[in-house]
């Protein structure tokens, strides 16, 4: 791996309480903003693929909806009220 110089200006404040609080952890500044750069890059990489991942399940649903592939409410409301009155039905028989 090449490695480059990344330079930025800081406040010398906010630089020496850096570099003591990473001393304490046994870490030189340059690592743990090596670190730092690391772990924001693959939090934008998990957003940017669960932004994909939803827009793609939204498509998918318009889709569906668009032809026609749906469940009515009434039948949505049926399912869950037959499993509510069979969770009922084992937490009643689990305390018995």
Known sequence: MSET???????ETLKEAFSAAAKTRDRSGAQLLRDFMRDFIRTQEEAAAHEAWFRRSVQAGL??????DTVAAEDVEAD???WRIETQRKRTRSTA
Not at 63 to 68: D, E, I, Q, V
């Open 5 to 11: 110089t990344f330079t930025f200006r800081v406040d």
């Open 63 to 68: 889709k569906a909806a668009n032809t026609g």
């Open 80 to 82: 869950a009220k037959a």
